[in-house]
């Protein structure tokens, strides 16, 4: 039974980040001059101070591809969802695309679209999609593509009676005379092609660029009907992954190496400008600064044309998405991309740790075990000690999806529906009966209260779009299925609290009572619950992607002020629990780190 | 009894000629790009319709008032019609030709040389003007081409570029549909694929149900000629295909209905077999032509209901595939099927030679350019969107006018245009009556009766843009270089291709022959014979 409490008062304390960093895959400015950039953690905008994660009502994680134009942002990814918003950014609405997409690769809007609303998205699969109507509704514009890759789009500077739009494809380049609604093939057809840029004086020097992935150049000087390759742009080849006509119509290419040449005459000739410190995946000038995403090393910016580059210090869009606390031992944060990040002081400063042969770790679950850090990295586990780290000896059914530690010990679940356990850090990892039928893709021990032998597993059967919660009130040896719920939600988290478990599915929480289920919504926005934590004895918070709540008999929730919400809270963790005061750790979406004093009277 | 009216020659021609006349001065105003406009007041209608082109014209004309005069118009009217159900164009062209060389030829033989020989000596020279036709003509360069052969013929921008777009698109296979739009503008959809009129049987079968259509990718492709109503029928073929990666399933009979109909709609709903299942339209010779093409491009065997009984016998090889379906409740629309191409090619040649072999018979024409169409995957929607219906119908009928133009571009080639085109035929003519050429005297006079009247179309551009001094003109195109026209609007001599200033060979050709036979045929008229209305009397 949770205690009476009064009031909740909360102090909010923002411990440090992750360093500056973040895959940026497109970049973009508004009619207000604001910069828009594309990530793999979501849809980022610069204000006054620093970047902002893109949140309320926003309804992705990623947004990899984004195109912007006046008020009007499309953003799009891999999940094969596309947003629009009119209002830049404040609310958004989910596009209509056919089902059958996988995933959006790139964006291009009409150099008109303010009139004619005509909106083009390249997809991985199933070619390109076509929107008249300012990205409300889409259909495949597939007409004369013999090819349905599109790894990249490009419209001419303005249209006229002609409206022409270039696709780079995986088998060449195609191009559009009317807006994208059929394609006819230009060239290129045994070139994988990445990038494309048309010339600023498109209808003058008819000049269109194509960067390949065997890492050539291709100029076409009128207007895509024949393609030239340009003398190589440096003795590597690495992938040309993007071009850019700056506006003095000088030419830049990005490689997958880091490289940034620039051409002023065309492709003839090619300078290096500059190596960064990852691969260049976007490319964009925006009021005469030059910006370029650098693999995972985020953002870097040069004032004079490209001949001196400095990174952006307050660009940090790093996708972690878990914590892993232990009161001993270094701060713990990860993510499937982001590597894992350790912090012996809080929080303020961060080291990357590595693997046995010395790469970097992409967890997709954390766990601490004793003075050791597991991380499920999918077909490895990899164990994280004071001096070394080790890949966990075990004859993993399926890839290694969760961890979870438990009074009886850290516990493994995998794709292929199976259990493990290890019982202690000298023991080795046993597989056990487990009854779910689909990826393991959560557990929650008891360890917060270790005097109980309770555990949840939640699986999903990816083809039956269906969630089974299973119960065990003997650290494993018996399952009792709690609840099966028909979703494709992906954000699933569980919380163990006065021997009840709540269930949060997007923006409900699942409440047993002695009459059944009780669905309750925590607030009216729909926004999905990122995280749920149990402070046992006196209630859960709740954290959606730009809010927190309180509440002792989760029925009635009330909010908690705390400026973290505006980076979004990704994950918080107990750290401690007494009478007057809850201790919590909380990480954001873009990877600040924060203490969380909750007051309780 | 009431006698008809008999009148010999020469009066007969004199009359005839009158009304020839009558109807091609009236056409001949529509005729070039300073084309005027004729309006036509019908009585029952509150406001006259605006023609703007030489066939619509001539088929709301039905008498001059006089029966005798009549008969010349009426001679005419079928000439200018013909044409343009040939070709879409060259209607104009053709009268104004038919009455130059009627007038030259007639006064020929209004003094004195004989009728049939002075025939001989027009169909002798346009034997020879087709010939050189034929050696000037030149193959289509590039889509702005298709732009001037449309707006030559439909003398409407917006229309002619987006034609010149579509057939720059689709080739010379390529079909269009023209379907009348909402908005007041002119769109285009390009049709991945080839598209069927069927409709969805059940719309369980909706995937999409708030844009009612249904759509597969990857899917296997069934074919039933016939209707499918018992589950015997349909359940080796779902037994089947729920084992195909990945379990998608077109279904296409002539009709689905009852147990067949509630099997496919359980299963669909039920099993992870997606199914969509269409029934045609088209019935008899048209249903079996459009069976035939499916088959032909996603590799199917077409079960029938007289042979197979359902899909009783259905097995691996059977069945034909897509890499995608639409359906709706009007259409099913396949794309990426997995046809033989070298099969698919053979076909497309058939249809074409069945194109060529056809000749004037339109509705066969269409069906076969349909067929050709969605076998090359070349298919596009015109959509005809106007302020009013009168404009819109105005437009639909330029659509189709210059569709037929820019297809017999495409397949024969361009020439000049402007009338510059058949000036380079008199010289070749002039030779023939030099005198060595072999022929009588009075056919002599028909070649070169021929070879004055070439000239006319020419002139009648000049005097539609009310330009003067139209022999000194045509002397300077007549000197340049075969591609020299004359540019009635900036009212300068350029050349043809980049001025856009381009007749369909084809267009030319069949206007010019239909002239000649017209012209001639008038020409050996003896004696003409009007019937005469009974009066009618009301007395008691």
Known sequence: MNREVAEVRVVCTRTGSLPAGGVVLSLASDEAGRLWAGTGAGLFHQDEFAWRPVLRGFPRRDAPVIAVRHRMILAGGYDAVLVRSADRGRTWQRCAIPPQITAITSLALSPSFVQDGVALAGTETHGILRSVDGGRSWKLANFGLRNFQVNALAVAPHWQRKEPVFAALEQGVYYSPNAGRAWQPAGLVDEAVLCLAVSPNYWQDGLVAAGTAEGSVHISRNQGRSWAVCKPVSDEEHPINCLLFLSNHTLMAGTGAGEIFTSVDAGVSWALLAVLPGAILTLAEIDGIILAGAGARGLFRSPDLGSTWEQDDTFVARQVHSLAVNSEQPLAVGGMREGVWLSEDGGISWQEAHSPDGEAINPLALSWEGQDLLAACGPEVIRLGAKRANFEDASWGGEVISLAQSSSGVWAGAADGSLWRKPSPDKAWIRTHSPCRGAVIAIYGSAATALESTMLVVSRAESEARLEFWRSEDLGDHWELLRVESTTHPAVRCAYLDRRWYLALGSIILVQSQDGWQRIRISGDDAPVLSLLALPGVGLIAATADRLFFSSDVITWSGLPCEMTQDGIVDLKLVSLDDHRAQVVGLTSNGCVFQLAIVLS | ?540
Not at chain 2, 388 to 393: F, I, K, L, P, V
Not at chain 2, 411 to 421: E, K
């Open chain 2, 1 to 540: 009894m009431h006698k008809p009216a008999v009148i010999t020659y020469p009066e007969s021609v004199v009359r005839l000629k009158k009304g020839f006349d009558q109807l091609a001065d009236l056409v001949a105003c529509t005729y070039g790009p300073t084309r005027g406009v004729v309006l036509y007041q019908d009585t029952l209608k509150p406001q006259p319709e605006v023609l703007t082109d030489a066939a619509t014209m001539v088929r709301r004309v039905t008498s001059l008032g006089e029966s005798s005069m009549d008969v010349g118009a009426m001679m005419m009217r079928n000439l200018v019609w013909r044409v343009r159900e040939r070709v879409g164009d060259g209607g104009a062209t053709s009268a104004i030709l038919a009455q130059a060389i009627f007038d030259q030829a007639l006064r020929v033989c209004l003094a004195g040389a004989h009728a049939v020989e002075v025939q001989q000596g027009l169909r002798i020279g346009a034997e020879h003007a087709l010939r050189t036709l034929q050696s000037l003509k030149q193959p289509v360069k590039d889509e702005s081409d298709l732009e001037a052969i449309a707006r030559s013929v439909t003398g409407d921008d917006e229309l002619a570029f987006m034609l010149g777009e579509i057939f720059g698109i689709l080739g010379a296979s390529g079909h269009v549909l023209i379907e009348e739009y909402a908005a007041p503008y002119l769109e285009r959809e390009y049709v991945d694929g080839g598209r069927w009129r069927a409709a969805l049987v059940s719309p369980h079968l909706m995937n999409s149900p708030e844009a009612h259509t249904t759509g597969l990718d990857h899917c296997q492709v069934a074919l039933y000629e016939g209707n499918l109503t018992e589950i015997e029928e349909v359940a080796p073929l779902l037994e089947f295909a729920i084992r195909c990666d990945p379990p998608h399933l077109l279904l296409v009979a002539q009709k689905i209905s009852e147990d067949a109909l509630n099997l496919i709609v359980t299963t669909h709903l039920k099993s992870k077999l997606k199914i969509a299942a269409v029934s045609l339209e088209r019935v008899g010779e048209l249903g079996a032509g459009d069976f035939e093409d499916l088959a032909a491009l996603t590799g199917a065997r077409i079960f029938s209901a007289k042979f197979d009984r359902g899909f009783r016998s259905v097995r691996a090889g059977n069945l034909g595939s897509a890499r995608r379906v639409e359906a709706d409740l009007q259409y099913l629309q396949v794309s990426g099927g997995a046809g033989d191409l070298i099969e698919i090619q053979e076909r497309i040649r058939q249809l074409q030679q069945r194109v060529v072999s056809l000749g004037g018979n339109q509705s066969d024409l269409e069906e076969m350019q349909m067929r050709l169409g969605r076998m090359a995957g070349s298919m596009a929607v015109l959509k005809i969107g106007a302020h009013t219906a009168a404009e819109r119908s105005a437009l639909k009928t330029k659509a189709g006018q210059g569709i037929k133009a820019i297809q017999a571009a495409l397949q024969d080639g361009v020439l000049a245009g402007g009338g510059s085109a058949f000036l380079r035929c008199i010289p070749e003519l002039k030779k023939l009556t030099s005198g060595s050429s072999g022929l009588t005297a009075d056919q002599t006079a028909g070649v070169r009766a021929l070879a004055i009247s070439l000239e006319a179309p020419f002139r009648r551009l000049l005097a539609n843009a009310h330009i003067p001094s139209s022999g000194l003109i045509l002397a300077q195109v007549q000197q340049g270089n075969p591609d020299t026209v004359f540019d009635v609007i900036h009212k300068k001599l350029s050349a043809a291709h980049p001025a856009g200033i381009l007749d369909a060979y084809r267009v030319l050709a069949i206007a010019l022959e239909t002239a000649v036979s017209g012209a001639a045929m008038a020409l050996g008229t003896e004696v003409l014979i009007l019937k005469r209305k009974p009066r009618v009397s009301y007395e008691p």
